[in-house]
């Protein structure tokens, strides 16, 4: 299997900013607008395989694209996650860091619980390619 992380161009369309070892872009099935996963370059699948570099390189990206959420989509807060391993519900046998910003009312959920918000079997659909493109532009004007 390939991994869509390391050659989709797709996903290579709907990337707000990148570093020299890891890049943001928007994930094709977002909880709310603006939900923005963080991979690094390298094939990696879990958290605990990222080097010290990786994990700073993230850190960067995440810091930065913090304010451009909270500018574009007036974000009051963000929900940050990863899955490891697929029994924990990673779908990406790569490492990926969700950003999820959040503001009142967001996705008819007021209150943050991972079993009610995070995973909603069925409730997620994926969103128009041009519409991730036309938005991750935004966000990237942004930063």
């Avoid at 699948?45 to 989509?73: C, H, P, S, W």
């Amino acid at each position: 299997m390939s991994c869509p992380y390391c050659t989709s161009s797709d996903i290579q369309k709907r990337k707000i900013i990148e570093n020299d070892l890891a890049f943001a872009f928007l994930g094709k099935m977002p909880i709310v607008l603006g939900h923005t996963l963080i991979v690094p370059k390298r094939h990696v699948a879990k958290y605990e395989n990222l080097t010290g570099e990786e994990m700073r390189a993230i850190e960067d990206l995440r810091v930065k694209i913090l304010g451009a959420l909270v500018q574009t989509f007036d974000a009051a807060g963000f929900n940050f996650a990863w899955n490891d391993e697929k029994l924990a519900g990673q779908s990406v046998p790569h490492f990926h860091l969700h950003i999820i910003p959040r503001k009142e009312g967001d996705a008819g959920t007021y209150e943050y619980e991972p079993r009610k918000f995070l995973y909603r079997p069925g409730e997620r659909k994926e969103s128009p390619e041009a519409e991730l493109e036309e938005i991750s532009k935004l966000i990237a004007k942004n930063l």
